[in-house]
């Protein structure tokens, strides 16, 4: 299973993604909205993982293109720093999964991630 990670925070992308590769994942990485909108376009991930504050594009924007563009139901899980209700509201008008909030319990991700893909 292929999960593209969506952050601009290197520390917190390499994080993430240690941690579901021991887990026997396929992780991308993209720092940055233009990378990752050029990922989702050349092969759509199994599991979006994204921050909403990126460079570029925005992890809404990114998740409006999946669902809008190319019309996709890929699960997409939020994890940012922000607990904005509004992002909460519009991301879920946007159909996500699930929306953490930084910092986040790593076991409780993975079993989330482990529940999506199933």
Known sequence: MKILICEDN????????TFLKRKGYNIEI???GN???EKIRTGVPDLLITDI????YSGLELIR???????????VIIVTAFSDPQFRSKAS??????????PFDDEVLIDRIASLLK
Do not use: C, Q
């Open 53 to 56: 504050h990126l460079p570029y």
């Open 35 to 37: 990378e990752a909108m």
């Open 30 to 32: 993209a720092s940055d």
């Open 10 to 17: 290197k520390l917190a992308s390499r994080v993430i993604a």
């Open 93 to 102: 008008e946007l159909g996500i999964s699930d929306y953490f909030v930084k």
């Open 65 to 75: 293109y999946m669902r809008k563009d190319l019309n996709r139901k890929t699960p």
